[in-house]
């Protein structure tokens, strides 16, 4: 059974719109994360929660917001959508300064 | 410029082969280095992980850490088939609570049979 759930599989969105990309992790982890990997970029932090509080944040953009829901949760909603927001976006968990694990990733594709 | 180098950027190895893969971090706060495998197509899966000076074992995988240079490498013995992924180096800084992991560009391992 997978452990860290990330939905959708694969997301095509339209310049200019909203989407809501969702993780949920079921190893009883009190860290969770995004990170994002593109051909131009290598594998890139972009926000880290623990205990459902934001602990750090690497993304400039107020484009893109987390949500968490629940302590197993952590969504990011990704607005105005830009071409170069393409890339497949990887949710992560682990015990606190522990080794963090990946979920399957959310491949998204703006045109 | 990348806090985390690693080279090389790509690497053929025979099959039964050593690999042998390098990182850097420019980064002086970094405590802790993580080594992941990325298979084309899959998500990162942590391999191994150096906290202190010198060698670990793990099987067929090595890994040394110099924390004065902040250098740590990968060794790869008897290298098989499925061996063949991009290898991630990331460090991080050990501050107690939920730290980021900053990712090389990755070595692209190809074992050739």
């Known amino acids: 059974d997978p452990k860290i759930i990330q939905k959708p599989k694969y997301l095509v969105a339209v310049t200019g719109s909203e989407k809501i990309l969702i993780c949920e992790q079921y190893?009883?982890?009190?860290?969770m994360y995004w990170y994002r990997q593109s051909a131009k970029k290598p594998l890139e932090f972009m926000f880290s929660?623990?205990?459902?509080?934001?602990?750090d944040n690497q993304t400039a953009s107020s484009r893109f917001q987390p949500q968490s829901s629940k302590k197993n949760h952590l969504d990011l909603q990704i607005t105005a959508l830009k071409p170069d927001d393409s890339a497949t976006y990887f949710c992560?968990?682990?015990?606190?300064?522990?080794?963090?694990?990946f979920g399957p990733g959310t491949r998204l594709l703006v045109l | 410029q990348q806090k985390v180098q690693q080279s090389p950027e790509s690497l053929i190895v025979p099959e039964g082969g050593m690999a042998s893969l390098n990182c850097t971090s420019s980064?002086?706060?970094?405590?802790y280095f993580w080594w992941y495998r990325q298979h084309s197509g899959k998500s990162p899966k942590m391999l191994m992980?150096?906290?202190?000076?010198g060698e670990k074992e793990e099987g067929r995988f090595t890994v040394h850490l110099n924390k004065a240079s902040l250098h740590t490498s990968l060794h790869i013995r008897d290298s098989q088939p499925s061996d063949s992924a991009l290898y991630l180096c990331a460090a991080s800084m050990g501050t107690g609570g939920a730290d980021r992991l900053t990712f090389g560009k990755g070595t692209q391992l190809i074992i050739q049979p």
């Open positions: 929660y623990s205990y459902q509080k934001l602990m």
């Open positions: 992980s150096i906290f202190s000076n």
């Open positions: 980064d002086r706060n970094v405590d």
């Open positions: 992560a968990s682990s015990h606190i300064q522990d080794t963090q694990y």
């Open positions: 190893l009883g982890h009190n860290a």
